[in-house]
């Protein structure tokens, strides 16, 4: 039942029991209506009445209340607190008295009661937490209440005396020790979740945190503190360097000792490099150098997979990097710069280069005409097929500035002159068995190598013969420098000069004329139809054999068919 019935109940019971055992003449207010409660016992009889009531007037006066109960008192004059809300209405109309010891004066509807009238307002987890869970002895914290209440042993009734503080009733669940001495959780944490420290701001620290460090947990640099279950070191952290934190995490093993990580890396991303300029290092960056990765350079630290090596590096040749990708085989030296620039391996070339390249570091060193020649001669894809060059390129260079000619011999890159004429022979094709680098012409091709080598040997007058006049023989419409001969005859390039037009055909010239000259100096008669006697043997030749003229006005000396009787040369004569 509610308290007004249990107080209608009690009174109509005491009125009975006055009716039935009082004295007429016994006045109703000299009596009492019950017993006082517990905390009021020491009010009982009718000597104490007046401690409570006024004389002539019905219920209890605030004063009187407040007599007693100084602590309620105080609080209403600074106007705190619940009883501050309510101070215009009586005492009795909520706390009743004279209904027996056991009696509790103080009857507070929970689920109705306005907890903003005491001047805590529940919010967060506090809003929907049981009253007794805060209103507990253990956390009553105003040393008046514990004195006069505790006196009667009623801290674990009353609701007044708390602390408003989250210490005051959380000091055993405060994870942070005393690291926060003096200053209130409400800084930093809401009544939502005390896990979670909304208000905390960490720009307002004195190590604000930027870029990545805004997503790493609290726990990767707050870490727990020894001995104390669930206490993170928040106060005390160095962090002046990075060092204070990362030094287990030094990627360089302790390559640049001295240095602040911050001289090199920004808070955006640790592989961030906006603070290193390699400019600034012993082998500034150009070309195409910027765009190669760190890793292709810094290769890591033996025993240490994944620590690159940042110092110490060799780099006073381009071989000591790129000794494995020197297509020269090291023909060139060690330094590739003189032939290249780090703008790209082909970039490469031009009047300077060509004339300052040393050619008789490769492999094939320029000797006379050679040395003539210019580069695009023989490096030039656009001038690999001429009448005169035949070139081939090395696979593997055909993409470069200057492609490599395959260069085994002359004609790798010239065309043969010759038509494989030489093929068979016994100095072979190679150019270089009759020529030299400096010029084709003269060859080493002499007299004595014609004698041995070739089948048609030089005796006489053909041994004065300049070459062009067999090998470049109009007569046989050679028009171009021809070696092997298909005739070897003396007409093979006499006919166009036979003086006797054909009366000798059948005949070789070699059966009367020799070599050292076309003249015939001793013509034996006696081989012919009429040998020659008597005074025939000193007839000059012409008497006999006289000149005609030919077709073409050429004269011509009769040697076939002439008559061999008298009459055919003497006829007329006197004999």
């Known amino acids: 039942m509610d308290l007004l019935t249990r107080v209608r109940a ?94 509790d004066a103080v009857h507070l509807d929970t689920t109705r009661f306005d907890h903003t009238t005491t001047g805590f307002t529940l919010a967060g987890k506090h809003d929907g937490t049981a009253c007794r869970e805060c209103h507990k002895a253990e956390y009553v914290t105003d040393a008046e209440v514990r004195r006069v209440i505790g006196a009667h042993d009623r801290l674990g009734a009353t609701f007044l005396g ?20 003096g200053r209130g959780c409400d800084e930093c944490h809401a009544e939502l979740d005390w896990k979670k420290p909304d208000r ?28 104390q279950r669930g206490a993170l070191q928040l106060t005390g952290i160095a962090f002046g360097t990075c060092a204070a934190c990362h030094a287990k995490d030094d990627p360089h093993a302790g390559q640049f000792p001295g240095k602040a990580c911050s001289d090199c890396h920004v808070e955006r991303g640790w592989k961030t490099l906006e603070g ?9 960056l150009t070309g195409r150098h910027r765009n190669v990765a760190c890793e292709e350079c810094h290769t890591p630290v033996p025993g240490r997979r994944n620590t690159m090596q940042l110092r110490g590096l060799e780099f006073s040749t381009c071989a000591a990097c790129h000794r494995g990708d020197d297509p020269h085989d090291g023909r060139l030296g060690a330094t590739c710069k003189d032939c290249h620039t780090t703008d790209g391996w082909r970039a490469v070339g031009g009047a300077t280069f060509e004339e300052g390249f040393d050619h008789t570091n490769t492999r094939f060193p320029l000797r006379g005409k050679h040395g003539d020649a210019a580069c695009a001669a023989c490096h030039d894809p656009a001038h690999a097929r001429t009448k005169d060059l035949a070139l081939t390129f090395v696979a593997a260079t055909r993409t470069r500035s200057y492609p490599i000619p395959v260069a085994e011999q002359c004609l ?34 002499d007299i004595g190598r014609h004698n041995r080598d070739a089948t048609f040997e030089l005796t006489g007058a053909h041994l004065a013969s300049p070459c062009l006049a067999c090998h470049k023989n109009p007569a046989l419409r050679q028009e171009t420098l021809q070696f092997r001969m298909p005739r070897q005859e003396c007409l093979a390039c006499h006919e166009a000069l036979d003086p006797h037009a054909g009366q000798f055909a059948g005949q070789a010239c070699d059966e009367c004329h020799a070599t050292e000259s076309f003249k015939i100096p001793v013509f034996d008669h006696a081989r012919t139809r009429y040998p020659l006697d008597g005074a025939h043997r000193d007839v000059p030749c012409a008497s006999c054999h006289p000149s005609e003229s030919d077709p073409d006005g050429r004269a011509i000396r009769v040697y076939r068919p002439l008559g061999t009787t008298c009459q055919d040369c003497h006829e007329g004569g006197n004999g």
């Open 10 to 103: 009690r009174a109509h019971a005491g009125v009975v029991a006055l009716l039935l055992l009082a004295a007429p003449a016994a006045h109703a207010q000299m009596l009492s209506p019950g017993k006082l409660l517990q905390a009021h016992a020491d009010l009982e009889g009718v000597r104490n009445c007046t401690k409570c009531h006024q004389l002539g007037e019905r219920g209890v006066a605030n004063s009187k209340c407040l007599d007693c109960h100084g602590l309620l008192a105080d609080r209403i004059a600074q106007r705190k607190g619940f009883h501050a809300t309510v101070a215009d209405r009586t005492c009795g109309e909520c706390h009743k008295d004279h209904f027996g010891t056991d009696f």
């Open 162 to 181: 708390l602390g408003t503080t989250c210490l005051a009733c959380h000091r055993k669940d405060d994870p942070h020790g005393t690291q926060f001495t």
């Open 200 to 227: 905390f701001d960490h720009a307002t620290t004195k190590y604000p945190l930027r870029d990545r460090h805004l997503e790493i947990e609290c726990r990767e640099c707050h870490t727990p503190i020894p001995g």
């Open 276 to 284: 290193f300029d390699h400019r600034a290092t012993r082998y500034p």
């Open 412 to 445: 790798s890159c010239h065309q043969d002159y010759h038509a494989g004429t030489f093929a068979q022979s016994p100095g072979g094709a190679d150019c270089t068995s009759c020529h030299g680098e400096d010029g084709w012409s003269p060859t080493t091709y």
